[in-house]
């Protein structure tokens, strides 16, 4: 089954700088890459998304890459803000398997 | 509320005792998903019900564990003969499409005691 390995497990950035938070996935046909936060004692909530068929997609300040070659994807967050401190969650699924795959976990902490 | 909403959202409960959560899911959305997420560690999946039917498991899922989505909108997750290991957060989630973004609810935090 697909594995999915998140890095770091945990950042500290200055308020202003950029977060880098990478994924890899094991299964070559995944095809849907979604990046969820989680504040404390709060709901996962999906920030933003990625399909296979698109290498790059971007919302405001954050954006995911995607690399199907290498099997990696990633999560820029730019000019960092102190509301953005939470955990965030990588994950992987394809179409006909319903049992979406999450990354362990990155704990992202901006200071201001 | 157009949200997913679990309850209870903590439940405390003794070794051996069973419990029941419930998830009433986005009305729209067909897709119905559990998962258990401990602390530091990401979701992971449990089961899932495209309407009324279950059609996937974990191997997670014991056979302490059951689910049912009877009429194809909530859906409950009970735990028989509760153990400390079960204490975890339970989660539920909805999506519309398959794969798709998940809508989580806000989770039922179980301590076993």
């Known amino acids: 089954g697909e594995n999915v390995e998140q890095h770091p497990s945990t950042l500290s950035v200055q308020e202003g700088d950029s977060a880098v938070i990478k994924c890899t996935y094991s299964d070559s046909a995944s095809n849907y890459f979604p990046w969820y936060k989680q504040e404390l004692g709060k709901r996962p909530q999906l920030i933003i998304d990625i399909r296979s068929n698109v290498g790059e997609k971007k919302d405001q300040r954050i954006a995911v890459t995607l690399n199907k070659t290498a099997k990696h994807f990633s999560l820029h967050i730019t000019e960092t803000q102190p509301e953005d401190s939470a955990v965030y969650f990588c994950?992987?699924?394809?179409?006909?398997?319903?049992?979406?795959?999450f990354g362990a976990g990155t704990r992202l902490t901006v200071k201001p | 509320d157009t949200g997913v909403s679990q309850d209870p959202r903590h439940k405390i409960t003794k070794r051996g005792q069973n419990v029941t959560f419930r998830c009433d899911p986005i009305?729209?959305?067909?897709?119905l998903y559990w998962y258990r997420q401990t602390l530091g560690q990401g979701p992971e999946f449990l089961t899932y019900f495209q309407n009324e039917a279950q059609l996937e498991k974990s191997r997670l899922l014991s056979d302490r564990f059951s689910a049912e989505r009877p009429k194809g909108s909530f859906s409950t997750l009970e735990i028989q003969r509760t153990e400390q290991g079960d204490s975890a957060m339970y989660l539920c989630a909805s999506s519309l499409d398959s794969p798709g973004g998940y809508t989580f609810g806000s989770g039922t935090r179980l301590t076993v005691v």
């Open positions: 994950a992987a699924s394809k179409r006909g398997n319903n049992d979406m795959r």
């Open positions: 009305s729209e959305h067909n897709r």
